[in-house]
Nanobody, 124 residues
């Protein structure tokens, strides 16, 4: 069983920054790509960013490209999402997820384990 626990969410003013962390249990963390998704009230869950198993390939949603950075530390079984220049429209619950494979994908159906989510609220 894999457990993912997100942290680092909170309330921030527009233009500010937050760093989300996702700690994973299990010895096989480094074998899989990891992704970040978000879900705003009344909206579907959407892809934000993903990183491959080695950490040398990433993918971003157009809405966050240039502002968000995904990274991972396999020695710590942790994946991060650095969010800069935050906007009110970034307000959502953010989830990390483990991919079924090693390469990045934007398709949420390719992710088999999910964290409980962390709330990010950006005030204008």
């Amino acid at each position: 069983q894999v457990h993912l626990v997100e942290s680092g969410g909170g309330l921030v003013q527009a233009g500010g920054s937050l760093r989300l962390s996702c700690a994973a249990s299990g010895r096989t963390f480094s074998f899989y790509a990891m992704g970040w998704f978000r879900q705003a009230p009344g909206k579907e869950r959407e892809f934000v960013a993903a990183i491959n198993w080695r950490g040398d390939r990433t993918s971003y949603a157009d809405s966050v490209k240039g502002r968000f950075t995904v990274s991972r530390d396999n020695a710590k079984n942790t994946v991060y999402l650095q969010m800069n220049s935050l906007k009110p429209e970034d307000t959502a619950v953010y989830y990390c997820a483990r991919c079924r494979g090693v390469t990045v994908t934007t398709n949420l159906h390719e992710y088999d384990y999910w964290g409980q989510g962390t709330q990010v609220t950006v005030s204008s």
